[in-house]
C-alpha cells in the first residue's frame, strides 16, 4: 500500500515562489518508490472542485500542464530522494488552494483528471496573498 505525503506549502505574497514536494512510504520497497508511478498534482480550492494541475508519466517522463500554470510551475522527479516535485514560481491569488499529490499506475502519457490516480495524499495549504 502507498502512502503519500506532501510537503512545502504555506503563505507567500504575489509573484512568490514555492516548491511542493510529494514523498511516498509503504510496505515493500516496490510499493513506495515513486518511479513506478505516474505521478499527478491536483488542487482544491473552497467552494470549488478538484482541478488537475500538473502531472509526470513513469515512462520518458513525459509532463502535462493545465493551461493557467504553464509557463509557471514545473513538475519533475528525483529518483534518488524518491520525490517528486511542482515547483511554483509566479504565484496569483487564484493559485490558492489545498495541494494534493497522486500515484497511478505506469504509463507512458499521464492525465490531470483524479480517475487514473489510486493513492491520493492528505493536501498541503498554499496561500497567495499579500
Known amino acids: 500500500q502507498l502512502q503519500l505525503v506532501e510537503s512545502g506549502g504555506g503563505l507567500v505574497q504575489p509573484g512568490g515562489s514555492l516548491r511542493l514536494s510529494c514523498t511516498a512510504s509503504?510496505?515493500?520497497?516496490?510499493?513506495?518508490?515513486?518511479?513506478?508511478?505516474?505521478i499527478g498534482w491536483f488542487r482544491q480550492a473552497p467552494g470549488k472542485e478538484r482541478e488537475g494541475v500538473a502531472c509526470?508519466?513513469?515512462?520518458?517522463?513525459?509532463?502535462f500542464y493545465v493551461d493557467s500554470v504553464k509557463g509557471r510551475f514545473t513538475i519533475s522527479r528525483d529518483n534518488a530522494k524518491n520525490t517528486v516535485y511542482l515547483q511554483m514560481n509566479s504565484l496569483e491569488p487564484e493559485d490558492t488552494a489545498v495541494y494534493y499529490c497522486?500515484?497511478?499506475?505506469?504509463?507512458?502519457?499521464?492525465?490531470?483528471?483524479?480517475?487514473?490516480?489510486?493513492?491520493w495524499g492528505q493536501g498541503t495549504q498554499v496561500t497567495v496573498s499579500s
Open positions: 509503504g510496505s515493500t520497497l516496490d510499493d513506495y518508490t515513486l518511479v513506478f508511478y505516474t
Open positions: 497522486a500515484a497511478g499506475q505506469t504509463s507512458q502519457f499521464c492525465a490531470i483528471v483524479p480517475a487514473p490516480y489510486d493513492y
Open positions: 509526470i508519466s513513469n515512462k520518458n517522463d513525459n509532463k
